[in-house]
């Protein structure tokens, strides 16, 4: 394997503690800690933390497997519901801590920062425009009502997701995700009525 | 009016420095500040800052006119959507920032304090009870079908309301608001079919 170049290690340092402990709570000296750099190098790499986090959102978004949200080769709704189990699965292994990081800068930082809510909006449009992929292959193939709009619902979907990460953080339990899974797999993602032969 | 004393100065000013800052970004001075009392005077009334959140969070509970909810004079869906359009325009006054300090403090704060996450949960926890209150009256009415179950719905629906302010504060849009309607009022919450007669 290719050794890490000391930018690799700082912006993968910096991924998890951002994800850990927030924005405000992460420091540098902690991020250059982690990486096993001294704190200068840091700024030698990144001319601010904010510059370093938008990096970090660039890298986690690569992480959210929306790529196969597009494969054809699986059904629509099957794809759907495989992403948010492996989202879900993630939390599980977590115990339920540290949830989305868009969706935990943009709670904590999108108020007070433009570059970084530039770069969550972006980050929640990608995704929203790969749900939106999977719903209109979903309305084509009749899995789902035809008259379900897919870029409203893809934007409800996602929403529906980032509040359910919240909420099971809160609690500590499985029981927003299993509220989510119900409502959008058993009652909004559903064929439409056929007409009577 | 009543003067204030000097705890509710400094909680409610506390209220405003958390929802626009964060915890951690808000600092004890800059409460003390807009409160108009001396740093000291914070720490007489509370032994900390997550004391003095711990507060805040009850008091912003108050905030949510969960009452409305249980209203039996008006039809379960009508306080529903009445419910939910409160927060939406709350958060149009605000340009789009804000979010709830509840889901805020959720994502920021949850995984690092026992404290505040059991009163954020127990803030989630009495908002989906009232939520599932009204569902479960729109159910008796028949308004909605009869197979929507209320307590998940709920969780389910205050999750979705939860991630739509995230993304409104992101995109400074009303677009993930109105997504949250149409999916939740023309798709979710709708009459079961009725049998031929």
């Known amino acids: 394997m290719a050794r890490r170049s000391m930018r690799e290690e700082i912006v993968n340092a910096a991924v998890d503690r ?111 425009h790969a749900l939106a992929g999977a719903l209109r292959d979903a309305v084509m193939t009749g899995d789902v009502d035809s008259t379900v709009d897919p870029d409203t619902t893809a934007i409800f979907l996602l929403s529906s997701w980032e509040g359910a990460l919240v909420a099971a953080r809160s609690s500590r339990s499985a029981k927003p995700f299993d509220a989510f899974f119900s409502s959008v797999f058993d009652r909004l993602l559903v064929p439409g009525l056929r007409e009577p032969a």
């Open 18 to 128: 951002f994800h850990t402990h927030g924005y405000n709570a992460a420091g540098i000296k902690d991020i250059a800690e982690a990486a096993g750099v001294p704190k200068g190098s840091v700024y030698n790499h990144f001319e601010s933390k904010e510059a370093l986090a938008l990096v970090v959102l660039e890298l986690y978004g690569e992480t959210r497997r929306l790529g196969e949200l597009s494969d054809r080769s699986v059904e629509p709704l099957v794809r759907l519901r495989r992403h948010f189990e492996f989202l879900r699965d993630e939390q599980e292994q977590y115990g339920f801590t540290r949830g989305c990081l868009l969706g935990n800068f943009g709670a904590e930082v999108a108020d007070h920062s433009m570059a970084l809510r530039g770069k969550i909006h972006e980050g929640f449009d990608q995704w929203s």
